[in-house]
């Protein structure tokens, strides 16, 4: 619905100053009415929105194969909780940064990247794997930073970003760190990879934008096309659906996408950030982490699948007459400004907010 919400301004010169010619021996009257509009659009029925943890710097979260674990990483450590949050331990800190863990497809292990150190070698961050205790830890990866393992449903591949190449691109392994295959050879970066349920497509993202891609390297498909940064995709559980993060609004909200990027929705819509979404393998949570309360903590929302409706995406960025368009207010500015073009500035639309900025020589009482 359309909110509106107005600032009235104030006579603070007489208007005998102000000259249409020039202004020299007093100040210029700037006076701004304001006109904030939003657009609050539908969201799907959240039943729960729950706080998991209470610790600084958590992130990406992952859920065990059956729904009842979470597996994340805090502090530069790995742990891991149930899904009601209860029963947090950490399962490994080898005093280094350790982050993006993973369970593999029947959840006796996980995979995580890791900062390491060779002799008389910079520090690089590679892909290390260890049994779902947090025992028997082996690293798969050398040399170049390497990170972002997501393990195929059938448990016979490892995605994964590199950038052995030089910058980072989609790589393919064996769970035991063999056969590294690359996918994508593009220009920029490429990070985040999710696996579609059915094991044949890998979501990620690049410069900004989602795109999926074969297991057999076919050519890269883009999903979405627009001046924000649209990153850190997962695939739903049936693979119809791509929750993701974007800062559409500004700050950083969790977002569903169709799987053929046709057609798109909000999921949230807090003043903070929301990022690393993970739908549940039973398709019924998604876990996130925000900074609502603060800190990044891992939070987990129930949604109901009946009432997601995605709405067709236009990539087209909108003129301010589209989205106004049916608006008695500014159907009425608009022919203020056709009628008092010198008072008349312009209109600045930022995100989903739509500034109208004034300047007035006489006192403006009401357009509305």
């Known amino acids: 619905m359309w909110s509106l919400f107005t600032i ?53 979260p992952s859920w065990s194969p059956d729904s009842k674990k979470i597996v994340y990483a805090a502090n530069q450590a790995i742990w891991i909780m149930n899904s009601d949050g209860s029963g947090q331990k950490k399962l490994y800190d080898g005093m280094a940064w350790e982050g993006e863990p993973v369970f593999n497809e029947d959840g006796s292990k996980i995979y995580f990247a890791t900062e390491s150190k060779k002799a008389f070698s910079a ?33 016979n591949l490892v995605v994964y970003s590199s950038r052995v190449s030089g910058n980072y691109d989609i790589w393919t392994m064996s769970p035991n760190g063999t056969d590294n295959n690359r996918l994508t050879d593009a220009a920029g970066d490429e990070s985040s990879p999710s696996w579609n349920p059915d094991g044949n497509t890998i979501v990620y993202s690049a ?41 559409v609004g500004g700050d950083y909200d969790l977002w569903i996408l169709s799987a053929d990027g046709s057609s798109h929705m909000k999921l949230t819509n807090d003043l903070s950030d929301e990022r690393a979404p993970a739908w549940s393998p039973d ?66 639309l930022l995100g989903s907010f739509l500034f109208v900025v004034l300047i007035v020589g006489t006192f403006l009482r009401k357009i509305s």
């Open 123 to 155: 520090r690089y961050i590679s892909i290390h794997v260890m049994k779902s205790d947090g025992s028997e830890g082996v690293k798969l990866t050398e040399t170049a930073d390497s990170r972002n393992p997501a393990v195929s449903p059938d448990g």
């Open 207 to 247: 410069n900004g934008d989602i795109f999926t891609i074969g297991v057999n390297a076919v050519k890269p498909v883009q999903l979405t096309s627009d001046t924000y940064n649209n990153i850190e995709p997962s695939y739903s559980p049936d693979g119809n659906s791509i929750v993701y993060t974007s800062n």
């Open 8 to 60: 009235q301004s104030r006579k603070l010169i007489n208007r005998e100053i102000i000259s249409r010619k020039r202004v020299t021996r007093k100040l210029l009257l700037l006076s701004f009415l304001i006109l904030f509009i939003s657009y609050s659009s539908a969201a799907p029925v959240i039943e729960s929105d729950v706080k998991l943890t209470n610790t600084t710097n958590a992130n990406h």
């Open 283 to 348: 398709g019924r949570k998604i876990a996130y982490i925000s900074n609502k309360d603060g800190e990044f903590n891992i939070w987990v929302m129930t949604v109901e699948n009946d009432s997601i409706e995605l709405e067709e995406v236009d990539d087209d960025v909108p003129e301010v007459s589209e989205k106004v368009i049916d608006n008695e207010y500014m159907l009425k500015l608009r022919d203020y400004a056709a009628n008092k073009p010198r008072e008349f500035i312009g209109i600045v």
